[in-house]
């Protein structure tokens, strides 16, 4: 019942686009409601978009390297149902991680920094120490934290309390704590820039009433870097290479949409299972999916960044579709087709 896009410049946080719809009911009858201000005030689970910055924390813990190879398997924790990724896709490394988006790596990669040792059958035993890790390196980016956008009321998200070893691994994939579209947009800018969080900001400069055309400008707005990654420019680029795959690989998750595009697109599909209490009436129950992408373009000098969100998409995990790529794919598309209008006219 609603969808979110924002787009940012990663090379200085200037907010090209907040924008929002969600669906009311009405005196019994659906209405469209602009509801931009949900970009940063309302938060969702984010699904596998997020791992990327799993990825960057394995590597900055030490839990582990660029390379590191890990079986996707079904993992078979005592007490827990079978978790798995979409397929089974054995002896795998963390490029083909994200280009597949194996859920198992990211688990794996979770049990590593939680200390821990997988034995299929047993139960899993963690350092929940790692619950902190990850939230630690997940602010970096503006995940859960303010983003310092120069709005009021802006949401962080929830942030969960239980810690067992389960929900450490449904946090590897984005599955327990929440996000606002602003802030997956700018933990996207981060990785698309080389690793500076930069404020957002809508406004540029301030100037001066007149009658006479515009007025002089009394304050200008200057771009301002809120913190720089606690990582090294290899493990960075090695995410940057695997965004790309997911975009161009033979098999990364959004190539049906970017694949072979002029402007050189680079990003994260995701999908998480969420519960939906709104004014639709479902057919399967109240647990449905959301589905996210994060992208930026062009990969090797990035110039815009963009989140989209569009929570409780769909009911049945085998009825999913990319909508999310889809308007991803249409607004990234005008981007630069206005782009080039506009170097045309001059």
Do not use: C
């Not at 969808?3 to 946080?13: E, I, K, S, T, Y």
């Not at 965004?243 to 990003?267: C, D, E, H, I």
């Not at 990969?299 to 085998?318: G, K, Q, T």
């Amino acid at each position: 019942d609603r969808a979110f896009v924002v787009m940012m410049d990663p090379r200085n946080g200037e907010v090209l686009t907040m924008a929002g719809k969600q669906i009311k009911q009405v005196d019994g009858k659906y209405k469209i409601d602009d509801y931009a201000l949900g970009t940063m005030t309302s938060s969702y689970n984010m699904g596998s978009a997020v791992k990327g910055a799993t990825l960057l924390t394995g590597y900055q813990t030490g839990a582990i390297k660029i390379g590191n190879i890990f079986t996707d398997e079904v993992l078979n924790i005592k007490g827990s149902p079978p978790k798995k990724s979409v397929s089974v896709m054995g002896p795998i490394n963390d490029l083909t991680a994200l280009e597949r988006s194996s859920n198992v790596y990211m688990f794996k990669t979770a049990i590593a920094i939680g200390k821990g040792k997988y034995i299929s059958g047993h139960s899993l035993p963690l350092d929940y120490s790692a619950f902190d890790k990850f939230r630690y390196y997940f602010s970096e980016f503006g995940l859960g934290v303010k983003t310092g956008i120069d709005l009021p009321n802006e949401a962080t998200g929830y942030v969960g309390t239980k810690r067992q070893s389960g929900f450490l691994l449904d946090f590897a994939i984005g599955q327990y704590d929440t996000y606002t579209p602003l802030q997956m947009a700018q933990y996207v800018s981060t990785i698309a820039n080389g690793g500076y969080r930069m404020k957002p900001q809508v406004v540029k400069e301030v100037r001066k009433p007149s009658k006479k055309g515009i007025g002089a400008v009394v304050e200008s707005v200057n771009p301002e870097v809120m913190n720089r990654l606690d990582m090294t420019e290899s493990e960075i680029k090695r995410v940057q290479q695997g965004f790309k795959l997911v975009m161009n690989g033979a098999q990364g998750t959004a190539r049906a949409n970017f694949a072979n595009k002029s402007y050189n697109p680079a990003g994260k599909t995701g999908t998480a299972q969420a519960f939906y209490d709104g004014p639709i009436k479902s057919r399967t129950g109240a647990y449905t999916y959301n589905t996210t992408l994060v992208a930026y373009a062009p990969a090797d000098h990035p110039e815009v960044a963009i989140s989209v969100v569009v929570p409780w998409a769909y009911e049945n995990y085998n009825d999913r579709y990319s909508i999310t790529n889809d308007i991803g794919e249409a607004a990234l598309d005008k981007y630069f087709e206005l782009k080039k209008k506009q170097e045309d006219n001059n």
